[in-house]
């Protein structure tokens, strides 16, 4: 199951969340044929925008994540809502490097080093709110701490991790997030950065241990709030067929003409979707 457990620590001076998205990135192999590498950035991306997912108030409010950078993956898109439904692609789902020389998977190099990370929000206003930073690394985990600090002036320190097994299915998956509050000491500044760096495997300690079991030994005991993130693409045949209606009877009916049906891929979920000239003439009824 996965699951997401927020709290305050060092005397409510900054706030913690840990995540186990093990069976999130388990469902976004399956969907999309996911190579280890491809399955450990994608995986990493997901987890942090589930935590951004919960930041979000308003039912209704939604946000994207756009990683384009040059390393082999391409471009990564995920996408999210207020009620934690998270879905998310890799232009390349089978992108392949070498092993780090400590044998980890080379995510900045599927990833890349050049590029930037942007987040738009869309929270009921009548413009959606759009931040963007430089890549720092292409580790993901680094990328979302400079996306805080630069972009919304939140100090945030990141641990992202997908294991993948010899089955090529995921075993362990999840972060730990520590973001400082305004009127935090540098005494628990401090002492969060220190903690951070006994993160540096957090895949392997959602694999072995339970999110209670990880905050209690760092932390101590602590009131928590859970939330649990999920996937699920949100696509339709009724949303398909408005974005194809926003095209034109023309343009449609030329598509018709010369393929005699328009398939369409949801890229998030890889469902297809098929219409014909009756769908099309549908479309355009006068009511």
Do not use: W
Not at 106 to 129: A, F, Q, W
Not at 273 to 283: K, P
Request: glycine share 10%.
């Amino acid at each position: 199951m996965n699951r997401l457990v927020k709290t305050l620590i060092y005397g409510g001076e900054m706030s913690l969340c840990v995540l186990d998205t093990t069976d999130l990135v388990n469902d976004a192999i399956q969907i999309h044929k996911l190579s280890p590498l491809s399955a450990a950035a994608l995986g990493r991306a997901l987890t942090a925008a589930a935590f951004m997912c919960s930041g979000l108030k308003n039912e209704g409010d939604k946000l994207s994540v756009n990683i384009v950078g040059d390393g082999v993956g391409g471009t990564i898109t995920v996408s999210g809502n207020s009620a934690l439904d998270l879905r998310g692609t890799i232009e390349n789902p089978r992108a392949e490097l070498p092993l780090r020389a400590d044998g980890k998977l080379d995510v900045g190099g599927c990833v890349g080093r050049n590029g930037r990370l942007t987040v738009v929000k869309s929270m009921g206003l009548k413009e959606p709110y759009s931040g963007s930073c430089r890549l720092v690394s292409g580790e993901i985990a680094e990328d979302f701490a400079a996306y805080y600090l630069y972009s919304e002036q939140q100090p945030s320190a990141f641990a992202l991790g997908v294991k993948i097994g010899r089955d090529y299915t995921c075993a362990g998956a999840g972060g730990v997030v520590i973001q400082a509050l305004p009127g935090a000491s540098e005494e628990s500044i401090v002492k969060a950065e220190e903690t951070m760096g006994k993160f540096a495997s957090v895949s392997t300690l959602i694999k072995e241990k339970s999110i209670e079991e990880i905050i209690e030994e760092n932390f101590g005991k602590c009131e928590t709030e859970e939330f649990f993130p999920h996937y699920k693409c949100l696509c339709s045949r009724e949303y398909i067929g408005g974005i194809l209606k926003s095209m034109g009877k023309k343009e449609l009916e030329d598509i018709l003409a010369e393929q005699g049906e328009i398939a369409v891929s949801c890229e998030f979920c890889e469902k297809n979707y098929v219409f014909t000239q009756s769908d099309v003439d549908a479309m355009f009824e006068e009511k």
